[in-house]
């Protein structure tokens, strides 16, 4: 007997069908004895409608309404969850994030969890019932209700993990495992049947959607090891773990493109100290995550370019904090680009291996792709290019590192 944290997303819960497909796959861990936990997201689309509602209303909504907005989309899954077990007789009972107990700061759209008291789950398992637990939110020591950021159930699933020592994390999602790239893209792709957290955590950075990569960073802290598979089909997926030796021989794990980042570049920015300190102060104030920054060197003149990248849907809220310090920074304008998209190659391997940045612009060069911006880490290269050509540089870099 097992105590197994399982987490279901959106594409697995997408209808009542899907449900019932997640009630059997529960019954039978619950048929072998186990304790099970399960995590859902809301229904596929769901999450997207809600702040499609809000926006319909205006662009910069309050974001403690969005998140008691978007909380509502998991709480239609856990309740029709429960109902599909009963179905099959079995004890179920579904729980908010705040009735699991998860505690989380104050920063709506993107809170962290401070901590987890399960102690309504214990009591729930101890009855003998299937706990299900709304994924992405939580609630603040006040009594707010918070969300966790975009796909924020594979959190929820891997600090209950953590909070209840469960045996097994299972994330079920709707492919089997985490490739070498987006299959969509490349059709060659290669399931990997392990990946270490610093490759997986890069990949999520970089954009590959299989998670989020707070969750994969918070399993890295507390050592949880969880397994990325498939809720269609009963194939053995990907397990993340803690990088072994035998990882570093593979020079490239993974490719991945990020379609989600916007560019600014803020142009003729006063070169004086402080600056920069004032720009990006007032974009983490406002809890913008800024990703790459490039500064032009100024040759003599008294002003430089300044460019980075963040996640597009926060560019509303950026555009506001760079007009409002205009005044102080006094940089002429501030030009946006949405056509942007970054490519990121990652593999543990490229501690060990040589060259590997050259080969990745030798074969950018030769598809025609200028990069724009560029960055790096002990196992990850970035660039930004043209939006356009991001699907064509994935499939070429591949092929040169993975065949
Ligand atoms: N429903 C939320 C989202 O779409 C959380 C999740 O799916 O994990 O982002
Ligand atoms: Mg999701």
Sequence with gaps: ????????????????????????????????????????????????????????????????????????????????????????????????????????????????????????????LDAGNVVIVAGFQGETSEGHITTLGRGGSDLTAIALAAALKAELCQIYTDVDGVYTTDPRIVPNAKKLTEISYDEMLELAGAGAKVMQSRSVEFAKKFGVVFEVRSSLNDNPGTIVKEETKSMEGVVIRGVALDKNQAKVTLVAVPDRPGVAACIFKALGEAAINVDMIVQNISHGTPTTDLSFTLDKPDLAKARKVIDAFKPEVGYREALVSEQVGKLSIVGVGMRSHSGVAAKVFETLAKEGVNIEMISTSEIKISVIIDLAKGEAAVKAVHQAFIG
């Design 1 to 124: 007997m097992a105590l197994i944290v399982q987490k279901y997303g959106g594409t697995s819960v997408a209808n009542p069908d899907r449900i019932m497909n997640v009630a059997r796959r529960v019954a039978a861990y619950r048929a072998k004895g186990d304790q099970v936990v399960v995590v859902v997201s809301a229904m596929s689309g769901v999450t997207d409608n809600l702040i499609k509602l809000a926006k319909e209303i205006t662009a910069l909504p309050s974001e403690r309404e969005m998140d008691m907005l978007l909380a509502t989309g998991e709480q239609q899954t856990i309740a029709l969850t429960a109902i599909a077990l009963h179905q099959l007789g079995i004890e179920a009972t579904s729980l908010t994030g705040a009735q699991a107990g998860i505690v989380t700061d104050g920063v709506h759209t993107k809170a962290k969890i401070q901590n987890i008291t399960p102690k309504k789950v214990h009591a729930l």
